[in-house]
């Protein structure tokens, strides 16, 4: 079984679902695992429908009716007039809104999953349906109901065992199948979600559950570029790239990949294939076992809107153990994601995600013990098999506030 994942940007409109389909009966869809991520930019305004829901005297629906109607225009141009999917589309939002309706709950990152993992549910439901009215026979899939994982809301964890049993005894080689990408549930049948742009993550479960052939993540680029072509002009296509070298890339930021995605592959030696939608005849790049990185040029990946932290004992004493050892206690219990740390006799510097907005209860906790600096909305540039042409590049008109040195890698700390 081959298992194929399509993000947001590929089903951002009625073209693009056209475009899937066309790409299906060009490569083939038996023994096909989709998987598909919410149209366009859905999620984002998801996110807004919970901020509405938390906001004292918001009506959530000034959010969630732009989501409708754009799911159902987009409905209007695939389908004839009587469609069951109309049906399909009006239960889902029905469903959501009695949620946000009569479900009060205090807990934004439970209510975050049980919202937004709408997104999906919608695209899944009108992919789906669109294949079928061309001829493509394929079965879809409440991923929920497979993907098992614990109650940490917003980046929950898998639990393999579970999910491997249900993978295991429910999907058989064959059909083409179409699932969700980002979800999963918990012990409770609630949805949780495996973090933003987790359907890369998902589509690397089925990939490792299934023993799959391969793994393809079909994208808006030609592939994994040795640059992230929205802020760099000149990039050049990675054909090749070791499991070890895109966990690299993929954890200091190149966000083509989820990070998460590489580990179950890896462990099963399943190649993965990122190729591009828009011309999918290209052969793309190939990340598995053997060489490195070909072709071996420098790679830039860039982090915005980062946190710099530097912290210093109140008493000029040593940064030591119990300091240290408190310091990521608090950034654990904060979910602030740690990309970069650096000390000294008596500071200690790391550069932070505030992806979940912790930031602000850690600082007040930490100025109880440390003196601290912050920079908030700086860049964080990491050069991996750095030239010094390429760093000083790099630092042109920039000011660095933190540079480190590690082996074939070069990070900057920019404002
Ligand atoms: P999806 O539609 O699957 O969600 P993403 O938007 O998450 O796709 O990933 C594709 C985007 O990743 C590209 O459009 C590009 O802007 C960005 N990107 C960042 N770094 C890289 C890189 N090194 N190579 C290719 N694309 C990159
Ligand atoms: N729809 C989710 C997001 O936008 C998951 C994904 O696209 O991978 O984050
Ligand atoms: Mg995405």
């Not at 732009?66 to 469609?83: C, I, K, N, R, Y």
């Not at 205090?106 to 695209?123: N, R």
């Not at 789906?128 to 001829?135: A, D, P």
């Not at 917003?154 to 393999?160: E, K, Y």
Request: contains cysteine; negative net charge; hydrophobic residues 35%.
């Amino acid at each position: 079984m081959k298992v194929f994942k399509f993000g947001g940007a590929s089903v951002k409109d009625a073209d693009g679902v056209k475009n899937l389909c066309r790409l299906l009966q060009q490569t083939g869809h038996s023994d096909v695992f989709l998987v598909v991520s919410a149209m366009g930019k859905t999620t984002n305004a998801m996110e807004e429908v919970v901020e509405a829901y938390f906001k004292e005297g918001k009506d959530f629906s000034e959010s969630l009716d732009p989501v409708e109607s754009f799911h159902f225009s987009l409905a209007q141009e695939l389908f004839e007039e009587g469609d069951p999917v109309f049906t399909r589309l009006q239960v889902l939002f029905e469903e959501v809104r009695g949620f946000l309706k009569w479900i009060r709950s205090p807990k934004y990152a439970f209510v975050y999953d049980q919202v937004v993992g709408y997104g999906e549910l919608l695209s899944t439901a009108l992919v789906s349906h669109y294949l079928q009215s061309q001829g493509l026979e394929n079965e879809w899939i409440d991923v929920r109901h497979y993907i098992k994982t614990d109650r940490n809301y917003r980046d929950a964890g898998v639990d393999w065992d579970q999910t491997q049993a249900r993978i295991r005894k429910g999907i058989k080689s064959g059909p083409l199948y179409i699932t969700q990408g980002f979800l999963g549930s918990d012990e409770n049948n609630f949805t949780t979600t495996l973090g933003r742009e987790g359907s890369d993550y998902t589509a690397a479960i089925l990939g490792y559950c299934l023993d799959a052939e391969s793994v393809t993540i079909w994208k808006d680029v030609s592939g994994v570029l040795n640059a992230d072509p929205r802020y760099f002009e000149e990039t050049t296509l990675l054909e090749q790239v070791s499991y070890r070298e895109a966990i690299e890339l993929a954890f200091y930021g190149a966000s083509v990949i989820h990070p998460k995605t590489l580990q179950p592959l890896q462990s099963k030696e399943i190649p993965l294939y990122v190729r591009s939608f828009i011309q999918p005849k290209e052969k793309g790049t190939e990340v598995g076992r053997g060489k490195k990185i070909k072709p071996e040029i420098p790679c830039f990946i860039v982090k915005k809107k980062q946190v710099l932290l530097q912290l210093s004992t109140l008493d000029f004493s040593f940064m030591a153990e119990h300091h240290l050892s408190n310091l990521f206690d608090l950034l654990h219990q904060y979910r602030l994601k740690t990309d970069l740390i650096q000390n000294s006799a008596i500071s200690f510097s790391v550069c932070l995600d505030n992806r979940f907005g912790g930031l602000e209860a850690l600082l007040k906790d930490l100025e109880q013990q440390f003196k601290v600096n912050c920079y908030r909305d700086v860049d964080l540039y990491t050069i991996r098999h750095f030239t010094e042409e390429a760093v000083e590049k790099t630092r042109k008109d920039k000011e660095v506030v933190l540079e480190q040195r590690n082996g074939e890698t070069v990070q900057l700390v920019t404002r």
